[in-house]
């Protein structure tokens, strides 16, 4: 009889994570939420989950928000020497049937213009642009502002 070990887990944030996941939140963002912006965004009307794995206690983590039917990603991250390997899309794997478990019909999302990686993500999840914002985002070098692809999809 063999017994499989589990070697992945989602873990629902709580505020005492905050601290351990603004390291990756840091690393991830030229423009990273704040920590108090993050410890708003858990509970009531947010739901987020960390991922950890046998080898480290937090690989990456999403928030979400869950309004009237519908459900935004508003943030996912995988720590940058983890990145490539897939958690990004395990994660935002978790998200969609978290928001679907939660009764979402349709998902909404913003990503920088130039996130070419995160938009092939989120394409090959099924979502589709339906929207840009211009000069939505601070540019990563500091000059200017960067449009943001709004994406939709539905459940």
């Given amino acids: 009889m063999t017994t499989s070990v589990k070697t992945e887990a989602f873990i629902e944030i709580t505020p005492s994570d905050v601290p351990a996941l603004m390291i990756i939140e840091l690393a991830c963002h030229p423009h990273p939420w704040s920590e108090k912006t993050f410890k708003s965004c858990i509970g009531g009307r947010y739901f987020g989950e960390r991922l950890e794995t046998a080898q480290h206690n937090n690989i990456g983590f999403y928030v979400g928000e869950f309004v009237a039917g519908e459900?935004?990603?508003?943030?996912?991250?995988?720590?940058?020497?983890?990145?490539?390997?897939?958690?990004?899309?395990?994660?935002?794997?978790?998200?969609?049937?978290?928001?679907?478990?939660?009764?979402?019909?349709?998902?909404?999302?913003?990503?920088?213009?130039?996130?070419?990686?995160?938009?092939?993500?989120?394409?090959?999840?099924?979502?589709?642009?339906?929207?840009?914002?211009?000069?939505?985002?601070?540019?990563?070098?500091?000059?200017?502002?960067?449009?943001?692809?709004?994406?939709?999809?539905?459940?």
């Fill in 71 to 155: 459900a935004t990603l508003m943030d996912i991250c995988v720590q940058p020497t983890e990145q490539g390997c897939g958690f990004g899309k395990k994660l935002l794997t978790q998200f969609l049937a978290q928001a679907k478990k939660l009764g979402a019909s349709k998902i909404f999302l913003e990503v920088r213009a130039k996130n070419i990686a995160a938009q092939m993500l989120y394409m090959n999840a099924g979502f589709i642009e339906i929207d840009r914002r211009t000069g939505y985002y601070p540019s990563n070098t500091g000059f200017g502002y960067e449009d943001a692809i709004v994406m939709s999809k539905k459940l």
